[in-house]
């Protein structure tokens, strides 16, 4: 049975903590608790407590059991974003609220710190940024991801790893390599495309692509293990070889020891986003996402195939061995779009 939660909207929502029914419970009270920071450039961002930093990860597919995302929402406002369902569920219905009502964490790293002490991870793999991104343009203000990171300097031996579309990533160098000397640490930089025209037309606000090449070598160059990701790739817009190529030899290039690469899965509030850019720029596509994403928000059989082998065949050209492993559905994962079909050099 679906449950619809109506909550005001967030703009009505400027109220003290004080000023809350107090039977509300779970995601609605959070939403009621959340409290203005401030506002910049037409977005609003919230602090909102976290009541647990690691979020456990059900599916056992998953090379990882724990999650952390330090921010809701995200200002990089990919057209395709499966997490902006998070938003609806907290009752914010305009799709723009999940690029423009930012909430932040801020209390994360105080929990992390309590969870690790008390070994609540069990040494089990960590994520960071599996749903958001933790490096969008709040980290640069708040620094939650930073404490984060600083929290992981006290420990020792865990398996980290972070996903991102931002060279904002680059500032924490210092830590990063101070934490690869800890921990089994990956990095995954998700880049889709190495057109900057189309990068920006479909994630507004992530860093370009050259930006994203650029940390990767910095990344690589200061001995740390990263990968790109491919996710998602989007029919009849990334998915031609030349296009693939070009963003894989740039990769490896770059100093990626891994690719990783998933198609576009299209969960009904993304479909939002990405059918009215589909109809301003690229109308003769529209007819084929409805048609492909017509019964469900994967795209499976002959294509998928097509695609997948494409993607292997460009891994070998480029000398990316094959490490086998399973391939969940991307709804588990990031940033709306990892994926775990990848390759090492
Ligand atoms: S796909 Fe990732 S970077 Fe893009 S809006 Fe979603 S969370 Fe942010």
Known sequence: MTTTTTLPLIDDLYLPAAAVDPTLKGIERMAAEARLLETRAGVAYF???????????????????????????CEFGCKYCYARYTHEYMGMTDGRDFERKIYVKRDMP?????????????GLPI???????PYQPAEKRYRVTREVLAVLLR???????????????????????????????????SLITVNPTLARRLEPRASTPARRLKAVKALSDSGLKVG????????????HSLGLERL?????????????????????????QLFPTLAEDFPELLARYQQLYNRSAYVSGEH????????????????????????????LFNTGQASFQFAVA
Not at 54 to 71: H, I, S, V
Not at 110 to 122: G, M, N, Y
Not at 229 to 237: D, K, M, Q, R, Y
């Open 155 to 189: 420990h020792r031996g865990l398996d980290f790893s972070i996903t991102t579309k931002s060279a904002l990533i680059t500032r924490d160098l210092d830590l990063l390599r101070l934490l690869n000397l800890r921990h089994r640490l990956r990095i995954h930089i």
């Open 304 to 331: 998928k195939e097509k695609i997948m082998k494409l993607v292997e065949r460009l891994r070998k050209k480029y000398g990316l061995i094959r490490r086998e492993r399973p391939s969940p559905p991307p709804s």
């Open 228 to 239: 790109v990701f491919i996710a998602p790739i989007l029919p009849g817009l990334t998915d």
């Open 127 to 133: 994520a960071l940024g599996t749903s958001t991104d």
């Open 47 to 73: 602090e909102i407590d976290c009541r647990s930093a690691l979020n456990r990860c059900a599916n056992p597919q998953l090379p990882f059991t724990w999650t952390l995302n330090p921010y809701r929402g």
């Open 110 to 122: 105080a929990r992390f710190a309590e969870e690790l002490d008390r070994h609540k991870d069990q």
């Open 248 to 272: 894989i030899s740039r990769a490896v290039e770059s100093g990626a020891g891994s690719i990783g690469a998933n198609l576009l899965f299209l969960m009904p509030s993304a479909r939002k």
